[in-house]
């Protein structure tokens, strides 16, 4: 008699059983978690219903009043409030480590029972209207006012959605921040609105003088002043960076949130001191004058006229003609002026 030879399954098969296990798997461990969740929520509705027949029933007894509070049950709520409660409770339902039970009453006039269920939602029982809602998670959202300038503390235009914080104002930024706190947890955002102010004028004054905001400006909290370089004549002459003591004459600039910095090129020195200079347009020279304000754009060329660059230029200086190599005085030394301004970012 014949006998019949069996067959063994080939690698590719067996492999092939071992995916589809593993998804089968997968997808009955996803439905179990998912069940899971429901039984969670189910749970913690249930709670939030028993203690909320606990308040009405406390209520009834007691002239509509219930106690003030503000506390997790199960964790935090003082034996005090749990005693008021338990002649009307079986027993305080005890929440898993992941779950919380809060309780808010301020006045004992109305008052909030809640829990956070899995999907972050929130299930709460209002003790005034004696509604059970479902919320969900709004994220904070800026409104119309954020990234806009004022002359003074925006009052509309806050949040689209969300709460927002009280306003908070930096004098070294020039702007107020604030938040859009999301409801129910959902995310948060950062807002910013700028202060309006964006003057800038410079002059040349003695060496021995103080770089100080003018008279009309006084009152502006963003305004500052600041020397940032010196030259040896008025009527024209050679630079040295503001560090330098060798020259009698600096320029002092003022505007808004200025400072010394390279987000903006002045002018470049040829040295420290006893300087030719050159134009940001040229790269001869390695010692960068340059201007920064935070939370603005700083913008300078060069012309025979600050006015034909637009209103907010101001002279900053005067150079000879040319590109490189050229001398340097006050505003009215040369033809050429260099001329910057500030504008909102």
Not at 74 to 92: K, M, N, R, T, V
Not at 107 to 123: F, H, Q
Not at 307 to 314: A, F, P
Request: net charge negative; proline share 3%.
């Amino acid at each position: 008699m014949k006998k019949i030879k069996s067959k063994g399954f080939t690698l590719l098969e067996i492999i092939s059983v071992v995916v589809i296990l593993g998804l089968l798997s997968g997808f009955v461990i996803i439905q179990m978690q998912g069940g899971n969740s429901a039984a969670e929520d189910a749970k913690r509705k249930a709670d939030v219903e028993i203690i909320k027949n606990a308040i009405i029933a406390y209520k009834s007894e007691n002239y509509n009043n219930v106690p003030i509070a503000n506390c997790n049950i199960g964790e935090d709520c003082s034996e005090q409030f749990l005693s008021l409660l338990a002649p009307y409770i079986g027993s305080i339902p005890d929440p898993d480590s992941e779950t919380t039970y809060s309780y808010l009453s301020t006045d004992g006039t109305d008052c909030s029972i809640s829990a956070v269920l899995s999907d972050d939602s929130i299930y709460e029982y209002n003790c005034s209207t004696n509604d059970v809602i479902t919320e969900f998670p709004s994220a904070g959202q800026c409104g119309l006012s954020n990234l806009q300038t004022f002359d003074a503390e925006p009052q509309e235009g806050l949040c689209l959605s969300g709460t927002p914080t009280p306003l908070n104002f930096s004098e070294t930024n020039s702007a107020w921040s604030w938040n859009c706190e999301g409801e129910n947890t959902g995310a948060d955002v950062s807002c910013l609105a700028y202060y309006e102010s964006n003057y800038f004028a410079c002059s040349a004054i003695p060496q021995a003088e103080t770089c100080s905001v003018s008279a009309e400006h006084a009152d502006d909290v963003s305004a500052s002043a600041i020397s940032i370089f010196k030259i040896s004549n008025l009527s024209g002459g050679h630079a040295e960076i503001a560090a330098q003591t060798n020259y009698p004459y600096k320029i002092c600039c003022e505007g808004s949130s200025l400072d010394v910095g390279s987000s903006e090129i002045v002018l470049r020195l040829s040295s420290v001191t006893n300087a030719h200079v050159e134009k940001d347009t040229s790269s001869s020279y390695s010692n960068n004058i340059g201007l920064t304000a935070l939370l603005k754009t700083i913008t300078c060329d060069y012309d025979t006229n600050c006015s034909n660059l637009g209103e907010d230029y101001s002279c900053v200086a005067s150079i000879s003609a040319g590109d490189t190599n050229l001398h340097v005085g006050g505003c009215s030394a040369y033809a050429t002026k260099v001329c910057c301004q500030i504008s909102p970012q």
